[in-house]
């Protein structure tokens, strides 16, 4: 296939990196210096978003806030194309592809991974391999658009899954927006109380935190464009930790138990 | 030094890898066949706790449950050996010291770090190095006993930093109890979301959650002896998730992007 890739940091540059040995690919970053610096690591790239085209599938992957504009600068112009694009909360992109009255194909492929660096320094093919890649259909989506979704996907290394985007926004807001809500939260909390953390933090705090560190530019759009999701999300977390919190503050060591137990139970069928 | 060490876990066994180039050590743990793993790995171990002295530092790195027996039957024959413990909470040993008239000398020594994995077969000094060593001193602390704990967290790879057992329990219920039970909380909350998590959860999840792995056994107590402390940190996570919460819900991009900006300030002195 000709695939074009708008858009080269972690994602996007992983992605060029991954699809390039057995498809012909071109990139395209608004950033000079990751242009060249794309280049510079022997990839193909073009100076203008428009010059991804023609080709057989172009993945949107800019940040959350420059996917519905390159999408409405490409799909006049598709053609034949499908337009794949990795936004993490699928709401936007359906509506907006409601809005495409016989226009071109748009088929959502979230890769389920992540870094706490970002840009085309960080990109690395081995960040895809095994993960899911959620494929998601708009209203555009015919069959033949989702196998190429699947094709791309399975291309890069992924597991190729199917959902909604209803599902697939109720989804991340668990595994995605909700760890990094908490995250945030317990950075804060825990640096209000005035401790030297590089002397007192352990491996612990370290992993339960990690996910403080993504930038904000990537963290906002998880959490607000599919606010609804996440405010539930958050909701349910609350719950369970009033529940535990009054297990600890009346010492209930048996409902403490078993609710260490459950939460093992859970986290462990991932081992 | 000769150093006896009471519990061949995973940290008992990995301050007996670490200890034994430098010092003579000895071993002693409540289970046979730990007795003859670590016999089996080498290291030298004796049949009775009681065996462990004479000594110039007895070790107790049992579970927390065993903490306070272990230096009750210690205590009365220490003679001039310095009882050291890893317990993760200090209240307990705190109060246990100030009934020890005129007995042997205590000094706790809890090294910040951790595995989701236990036991001897999970020991490994090298999740001692470079790790913050806590050395706090009780009621029958003197100098020299307090010398001996650092000299031999040192000798272990650990960074000393001295803290009372106040100050201790409050940082700990912040950076290791309020994961943990933070972690808990996100494992059953998503849990309770009906998702396949084998397919959806990505690295960032995985992170966050680590800690609900922690066993049961220990996490309990984690949670249960510095209950005051951890309903306190409980509160204070509360406050700032609420914050968070209404900056989502009310989609005030301004006030979450100063969240975000701090959380990820506050991790990033951790690198």
Redesign the interface.
């Known amino acids: 296939m000709k695939i074009g890739i708008a858009g080269l940091g972690l994602i996007g540059g992983s992605l060029a990196y991954a699809l390039r040995s057995a498809h012909e690919v071109r990139g395209y970053d608004v950033g000079r210096e990751t242009r060249e610096a794309a280049r510079a690591a022997g990839l193909s790239v073009v100076d203008t978003l428009e010059a991804l085209l023609p080709a057989d599938a172009v993945i949107v992957a800019t940040p959350m806030s420059a996917v519905l504009p390159a999408l409405a600068a490409l799909a006049p112009r598709a053609g034949s194309a499908v337009l794949l694009d990795v936004a993490s909360v699928r709401g936007p992109v359906d509506t907006f592809a409601r809005s495409q009255a016989g226009g071109a194909r748009l088929v959502g492929m979230h890769p ?4 706490s660096t970002q840009g085309f320094a960080s990109a690395d093919p081995a960040m895809l391999i095994g ?2 890649f ?1 494929v998601v259909p708009t209203a555009t989506s015919d069959a033949p658009a989702m196998a190429s979704a699947g094709e791309v996907a399975r291309a890069a290394g992924g ?1 190729v ?1 199917v959902c909604s985007a209803v599902e697939h926004d ?2 991340v807001a ?3 927006a ?16 005035a ?1 030297d ?20 530019d990537l ?2 759009p998880i ?2 464009a599919n ?1 609804g999701n ?2 539930a ?2 909701a ?6 009033d529940d ?2 009054r297990a ?2 009346s ?1 209930d ?1 048996a409902r ?2 078993e ?6 139970q ?5 081992g």
């Open positions: 389920m991974t992540g870094r993960r899911a959620l597991v899954t109720r989804i668990l595994v995605s909700l760890p990094l809500a908490l995250a945030a939260a317990l950075a804060i909390a825990v640096s209000d109380g401790i953390l590089a002397t007192f933090a352990g491996p612990g705090y370290r992993d339960t935190t990690r996910l403080a560190l993504t930038a904000p963290a906002e959490l607000l606010s996440v405010v999300a958050i349910r977390l609350r719950t369970v930790l535990l919190e600890v503050a010492r060591a403490l138990r609710l260490l137990e459950r939460a093992a859970a986290r462990a069928v991932l």
